[in-house]
């Protein structure tokens, strides 16, 4: 199923809309409140800037103090009640705006600044954690990024909506009041059809203390240094998005020459972008949590950032031009298509840490763990503001803050991806295997979400490891042949995925002892162990014999044995079926496609290896 189908589901139809509203009213109401300040009330400069610096503090401040409270709740208990009473207080605070618009009360639309602060920060836990309680586990990268998606094409519009209509002469606050109101309402009744999301976390006993809940919020998110790291990198994408979004009116008018219609386009192109990458990321990703694409997000966010500099630098020479008038100046499709690509990049890029995140993080603390991604974010967004208020003052115009900021990226990416290797080594796998092959899995539904499995499969392939490495959704440490596991180029990747090397007796028998230990203490920590019970590679396209190995790995720790099949590799250029030019083989196929097979999982007392032998020859077929 397309991952449009799930806006055709209940389980998250009604979630989706909930939370795209949500997403318009905040926007619709804070860009009308800095219209109304900036052009509407005849305030001084000094003063207007007053106010709009502010706004964004007083937005940001209920992050702070109350994201751990808010972590607690969605924790102990059912999430859905608690999003219908954040939309009837959006709607209260949207009503409390309409008397600030009227009456032109900056005092009181300050004080619904923070309250859609606050509303903010008790959805975002919600927002994140009730998508794996609704979405099966190939659904979760389609689902979030749908969710992303819908979250910028809402702020987008909302932007438009808050500023066009408080602009209608007479009535625009009017219009503005009624506009946010009336989606406040249709928010409300859209959370009425969400399923019960239950408490995953019923017993957790609530400490009413911000501060030293912060703290232990904090100590939760740094438990994981993976998850930690994702949450690191998700709150860069807040800042690079922070300073980029702050500069854009600035680039739009004193770089580009434009007028009004000539941001509301770079907004617009930046917007698509990003929805556009959100949803390309189930594509590209297999329906899997692919974090490869981190690190390809991250190059291209540099790539084009930079590029952006170099189309388009220093003072306009033309002022005031028009959106159609800067389409059609030379050199304008550039930077159109750098803004484009901008957004899709940036799509690649969080996309897939909030699916890490979701996946990887304990489900009965994952909200408190996005508790902690939002003190993160609110911290590194209110660094950006610095960032790009610093730079000014020191001279540099907006192009060049965009410099700055994407070669910024290549550190903080650099060192992410360093803590991280696990980042990386999806980035070179999924590249290599996306670029040799197209690859069909079939039967991930019997992969166990968690707990510990032995997986079984046929060896046909140098790359074998690689390509299981590539589709399968949980991390998987692969045993494999010591001299293999010492391939230049590859043992990086080996290592870093914590393969365990092994050696026959004969060869080496302490080898083989640290083997089954590693094997053993794998399986107790609840991971997944991948055998290739044949012992070598085939070198005749057929299943040789499988050995008894895995046989004494049950014994010693009896878990659930998964066989699966690959099939279609014999004949590559990594499979021995021509050695005539040894080492230098040289590819036949290009984009060969290929199958991967997994079968229900088999306890373990029926696991012998002629068993075993049979079922993986059914599996694979007749297609070597």
């Not at 600044?113 to 836990?125: A, D, K, N, R």
């Not at 990458?277 to 966010?301: H, N, T, W």
């Not at 589709?471 to 042949?481: A, G, I, K, Q, S």
């Amino acid at each position: 199923m397309s991952q449009f189908g799930l806006l055709g589901k209940r389980r998250f139809a009604p979630f989706f809309w909930t939370q795209a509203l949500g997403a318009f009213n905040d926007n619709a109401f804070r860009t009308a409140l800095v219209v109304l300040v900036t052009y509407q009330m005849g305030l001084s400069d000094h003063i207007a800037s007053l106010y709009t610096n502010l706004a964004p503090a007083l937005f940001i401040i209920p992050f702070f103090l109350f994201s751990a409270t808010a972590g607690q709740l969605a924790e102990k208990f059912e999430k859905t009640r608690i999003i219908r009473w954040v939309k009837l207080f959006e709607i209260a605070a949207m009503a409390v705006a309409a008397v600030g618009f009227y009456t032109h009360h900056v005092a009181l639309l300050l004080v619904v600044l923070f309250m859609m602060g606050l509303h903010s920060t008790i959805f975002g836990p919600i927002k994140y954690a009730i998508l794996p309680q609704a979405l099966k586990p190939a659904e979760l990268v389609g689902g979030n990024g749908l969710v992303e998606m819908g979250t910028q094409l809402a702020m987008l519009v909302g932007m438009i909506a808050g500023s066009e209509l408080m602009r209608v002469a007479g009535v625009g606050p009017l219009l503005a009041s009624a506009a946010t109101i009336t989606v406040g309402l249709a928010g409300y009744l859209a959370s009425r059809s969400i399923p019960l999301a239950p408490a995953t976390a019923p017993a957790l006993k609530f400490n009413p203390n911000p501060l030293s809940e912060t703290v232990r919020v904090l100590a939760i998110t740094h438990a994981d240094r993976a998850v930690w790291n994702a949450v690191l990198g998700i709150s860069w994408f807040w800042f690079f998005g922070t300073v980029l979004i702050a500069q854009l009116p600035i680039y739009a008018r004193g770089t580009l020459g434009g007028d009004g219609s000539v941001y509301t386009l770079v907004l617009t192109l930046f917007s698509i972008g990003s929805g556009v990458g959100a949803l390309l990321c189930e594509k590209m990703s297999g329906k899997r949590v692919e974090i490869g694409l981190v690190p390809l997000g991250a190059f291209g966010l540099t790539a084009f950032g930079v590029d952006l500099y170099f189309v388009r630098h220093g003072v306009a020479a033309v002022r005031g031009v028009d959106w159609l008038t800067f389409l059609h100046a030379a050199g304008s499709w550039r930077v159109v298509l750098d803004l484009i690509l901008i957004g899709v990049f940036a799509g690649f890029y969080v996309v897939p840490l909030f699916a890490f995140v979701q996946s990887r993080a304990p489900r009965e603390k994952l909200s408190r763990i996005i508790a902690g991604n939002n003190i993160v974010n609110a911290l590194l967004i209110v660094l950006a503001a610095g960032f790009g208020l610093g730079l000014g003052a020191l001279g540099l115009d907006a192009v060049q803050i965009f410099l700055a900021a994407s070669l910024l990226n290549v550190l903080v990416a650099a060192y992410i991806f360093t803590m991280v290797p696990e980042f990386l080594m999806h980035f070179i796998t999924w590249v290599l295997v996306n670029t040799l092959y197209r690859v069909r899995v079939d039967g991930m539904q019997h992969l166990p979400e968690k707990g510990p499995a032995l997986l079984v499969c046929n060896h046909v392939s140098f790359i074998d490891a690689l390509l299981l490495m590539a589709n399968l959704r949980r991390p998987v440490r692969f045993v494999m042949y010591y001299k293999i596991f010492k391939t230049p180029l590859l043992s990086f990747l080996f290592r870093t995925a914590k393969a365990i090397p092994i050696a026959g007796y004969k060869e080496d028998p302490g080898v083989l002892q640290q083997a089954c230990d590693a094997i053993d203490a794998a399986l107790a920590a609840g991971e997944l162990v991948c055998i290739f019970p044949e012992g070598g590679l085939t070198g005749d396209g057929e299943i040789g014999p499988f050995r008894p190995g895995m046989e004494k790995v049950l014994a010693r720790r009896p878990v659930p044995l998964l066989p699966m099949a690959l099939r279609g590799l014999w004949g590559s250029m990594w499979s021995r079926r021509d050695t005539r030019l040894g080492r230098m083989r040289l590819p036949r196929r290009f984009r060969a496609r290929i199958e991967l097979v997994l079968d229900a999982p088999l306890p373990p007392q029926q696991a012998t290896a002629p068993a075993l032998e049979a079922r993986v020859r059914e599996l694979r077929g007749d297609r070597p």
